[in-house]
């Protein structure tokens, strides 16, 4: 077997193998999502009263009731869940946060464009109507043809008049 053949496996036997990552796949809009459901249900008035019944029961069973006290009076293991809850919930607002510029950004970029879309179209009719004036202008309105043509009768009528006293003048 040469040394530029390989194996069975489809490997080079002169390259040496690389390293293997493990490589994890996440989502970002999934993660996104999550995100924005969680920072939605941390700003609701219901997670404020679910913490706060919370917090009340947690004190008062660590006052009242001295055979469970599992966090004495400076409540530190309280204090410690708060923190975590903190820790994650202030970056997950602000991925929400985030994501929400992101879509107001796109959305202002659309109506900009959609606006310049609008003149654009408003300046075409404006030149199309101003054009379709000046044809306008140029063509006879049924005013005018009716005036003309009175007008025309009219010095026919006296033609006629002045034709028949002509005629008349000669025939005496």
Request: hydrophobic share 40%; no cysteine.
């Amino acid at each position: 077997m040469s040394p530029d053949s390989s194996s069975s496996s489809g490997r080079r036997l002169d390259t040496p193998i690389g390293r293997r990552k493990l490589r994890i796949s996440i989502d970002p809009d999934l993660i996104g999502n999550y995100s924005e459901r969680a920072a939605r249900f941390l700003g609701t008035g219901r997670y404020l009263l679910i913490q706060t019944v919370i917090v009340v029961v947690w004190i008062i069973l660590n006052l009242a009731w001295v055979a469970i006290r599992w966090d004495p009076y400076p409540f530190i293991l309280l204090n410690l869940a708060f923190s975590t809850q903190a820790a994650y919930a202030a970056p997950l607002i602000l991925l929400a946060q985030n994501r929400q510029e992101n879509r107001d950004r796109i959305a202002l970029e659309e109506d900009r464009s959609r606006a310049e879309q609008t003149k654009a179209d408003t300046e075409f009719l404006a030149r199309e109507l101003a054009s379709v004036r000046l044809a306008v202008g140029d063509t006879v309105s049924r005013d005018y043809l009716r005036k003309e043509l009175d007008d025309l009768r009219d010095d026919l009528r006296k033609l006629l008049e002045r034709t028949d006293e002509a005629l008349d003048e000669k025939s005496r």
